[in-house]
């Protein structure tokens, strides 16, 4: 399970969330909060989209399969 930190964002931005949260595609303030710094973090270059974990998976099966020495 991931810790979490709390943020404050203006009432005014959490409220036009509130008021689309269907049709942005979140069940939540947070969960959409949450997918809009993934995305621009990703987008950087700054996070990964997968796990240390999930990283090492795809390289052993890629070296298992000859694509990688």
Known sequence: MRKHKKI???ADLA???L???DEL???TIEEYV???LRSQLLRAGHISAYSQE???E???RLRDLGYLD
């Open 8 to 10: 404050h964002i203006p």
């Open 15 to 17: 409220q036009a969330i």
């Open 19 to 21: 008021d689309h949260l």
């Open 25 to 27: 595609g979140a069940g």
């Open 34 to 36: 949450e997918a809009v």
């Open 54 to 56: 999930e990283e090492e």
């Open 58 to 60: 795809v390289e052993r």
